[in-house]
């Protein structure tokens, strides 16, 4: 099910599993970015969200303002809700270089900070990542 349809940020609620598959797309500034990232968190507390499936395999990057952003919110959400199961990362195997250094980045900080955001696994396609969150192989 489509829950939010946005130039630059699409979700799908895969309810079943109680999932969200989120695909990124363009550049995002700062402040669309936090406005997309508080749906995010919203829409995982309404559905009770275990699993996360981000597509950044066509996305631009986002500043470090908006990766200290996300690691903040991450790391919030996990202490004043649930930790995640799982967590999955899609990225192209030809990704934007500043695409790739700003997840690695905002991925190393949120590690760093609390060692139950380690249940994350990067993919170079969609299916594969699915497979894996999704246990289905």
Known sequence: MLLLDDQNLTIELLKEDNALLMTW???TSDSHYKHL???VY???KKHEIKKTLHDVSNHKGITPKSQDYAAEQSLAFS???WDMEKRA???SPDQD???KF???RFVKKVEDADYNQQH???FDSLDEAKNWLLGKR
């Open 42 to 44: 919203d829409l995982m």
């Open 25 to 27: 797309n363009g550049y």
């Open 102 to 104: 700003g997840i690695q």
């Open 79 to 81: 202490r004043q809700h």
């Open 89 to 91: 990362m899609v990225f």
């Open 97 to 99: 270089v500043f695409s």
């Open 37 to 39: 990232l508080d749906e």
């Open 120 to 122: 994350r696994e990067f």
